[in-house]
Each structure stands twice: as structure tokens, then as C-alpha cells.
């Protein structure tokens, strides 16, 4: 997946919040280019993580996680048991996004704990130079506090790039509970974040809602975004089946 986003490619993906495996492959089996499996706002932990990523690994899905801190342990745990994408939320400075570096790459890049949990399962392990090669650390942009220091967090060596969440950006900044189609502050303080991050040469990916939506933010020069999620899927499918069979 890393490569794909360094060699330009757009990507779309979806967010997981069941913590069901059957769930979670169904999804990695749709068509979307990654799936990011939610442990911060969703049903999922940490106990119910490693089948969920099994079950991509199964599936053939590039896989990643959204950590619910910005703990090492939390990172470099999702990293051993198959993320290939963290995305850490609420980074508000340079210290905390170097935490978050430091912990997706092994020394003497950073700190990350060799434990190649999956060796007697599968076929073949990455080792240390692969886990590095192939790990990507996105730190979330969606404080009034990270958007004043972005620089300093996309300056950071080993973040690879940044996350916009445009509600409690919204929130943060004043905005109260809004979008970027309703209030055009918000929408210009995407922009200046989407500018930062290409000026910086890092990658740029933003939370929204469905594919109208993705387009807008693809053609505004992002590089990946996530645009839907299981339950959401679920709902309206369900809801359209049902007003199908009443029509």
C-alpha cells in the first residue's frame, strides 16, 4: 500500500468498526483499496484486533489501523499483528508526532520492538529493513493545536504523512459541528492543510462521507481517503431492501 501512495496513486478506503471477522473480509473483499480497522470510535479493541487483520491478510486487503492513543504499545502492537498503515489521532505537536514515528520503525530509525508474532502461521515474515520499508505512520491533523503546529508534525523524519478529521477540527477550531459544504472557514482550513502537506512532499488524506465527497477532496490534490464504513453500508442496504419489498 505504501508504494502505491508514494508512486501517486489515489486511494480510496473504508473504515471497520464491527469486530467481527466475517465482517471485516466481506469488506476487504468489495473493491476498496484499503481498509482501516477503527479501534478509537467503534466497537473494536485491541482483544478483538488480530482476527480482524487476519482476516484481510485473508482476503488479500491492504490493511490499516486507526490506534485510539498515541501510545507506543498501541502502535507497534497493530504494527506485529499485520497494520500496515497507523493512523494516529489527535497529534498536536513535533514531540508527539516523534512518538508516533519512532514507535512504527525499529532502531535505529526508532523503537519499535522486534516480535514477529505470526512466524509459526505463515509462510514468511518481514524483517526489520521490510517492516520499515513498508510501515506508514499518518498522523491525524484535527486540533486547533495541530493545524497551528502542521509544519513542525510534517517536518517530523518518519511520518509519512498526515490525516485530516474534519469534526473535531470543526470543533476545535470554533466551528461547532459542521462541514466543509456549510461553513467556508472550514473548508479554506482544509485547504491550507492540504497545501502544507504537499509543499512538504508527505501524503494527505482526509475523512469524509461517501463518493461525491471523495471526488471533491481527490480533485483538490489528496492522496487517499476514507469515504465509508461498515455499519453505515449495512444501514443503507438494509433500509433500501426493506422499502424495496414494500414498494
Given at each position: 500500500m505504501k508504494q502505491r501512495l508514494l508512486g501517486g496513486d489515489m486511494l480510496y478506503g473504508a473504515w471497520s468498526g464491527f469486530a467481527d471477522p466475517q465482517v471485516v473480509q466481506i469488506m476487504g473483499g468489495a473493491g476498496f483499496d484499503f481498509i482501516c480497522v477503527d479501534l478509537q470510535h467503534s466497537f473494536n479493541t485491541m482483544a478483538s484486533l488480530s482476527p480482524l487483520l487476519d482476516g484481510?491478510?485473508?482476503v488479500g486487503s491492504p490493511a490499516a489501523v486507526r490506534v485510539p492513543w498515541n501510545t507506543p504499545d498501541l502502535?507497534?502492537?497493530?504494527?506485529d499483528?499485520?497494520?500496515e498503515v497507523i493512523i494516529v489521532p489527535l497529534v498536536n505537536n513535533a514531540e508527539e508526532a516523534t512518538i508516533a514515528a519512532n514507535a512504527c520503525r525499529y532502531a535505529p530509525a526508532g523503537n519499535r520492538s522486534w516480535g514477529p508474532i505470526w512466524r509459526n502461521v505463515r509462510s514468511s515474515v518481514p524483517q526489520p529493513a521490510e517492516g520499515d520499508a513498508s510501515a506508514t505512520c499518518i498522523a491525524m491533523i484535527?486540533?486547533?493545536?495541530?493545524?497551528a503546529n502542521v509544519d513542525a508534525i510534517l517536518a517530523v523524519?518518519?511520518?509519512?504523512g498526515i490525516y485530516i478529521g474534519?469534526?473535531?477540527?470543526?470543533?476545535?477550531i470554533g466551528l461547532g459541528r459542521t462541514s466543509y459544504l456549510e461553513s467556508d472557514k472550514l473548508r479554506e482550513t482544509i485547504l491550507h492543510i492540504i497545501a502544507r502537506g504537499k509543499a512538504a512532499g508527505?501524503?494527505?488524506?482526509?475523512?469524509?462521507?461517501?463518493?461525491?465527497?471523495?471526488?471533491?477532496?481527490?480533485?483538490?490534490?489528496?492522496?487517499?481517503?476514507?469515504?465509508a464504513n461498515d455499519s453505515d453500508l449495512l444501514a443503507e442496504a438494509a433500509i433500501a431492501m426493506a422499502k424495496a419489498n414494500r414498494a
Open positions: 484481510l491478510h485473508k502502535i507497534m502492537r497493530s504494527l499483528l499485520g497494520a484535527e486540533t486547533a493545536e495541530g493545524l523524519d518518519g511520518v509519512d474534519p469534526n473535531d477540527l470543526s470543533l476545535s508527505k501524503l494527505v488524506g482526509i475523512d469524509c462521507g461517501g463518493s461525491e465527497q471523495a471526488h471533491y477532496w481527490r480533485d483538490q490534490g489528496v492522496s487517499f481517503v476514507i469515504s
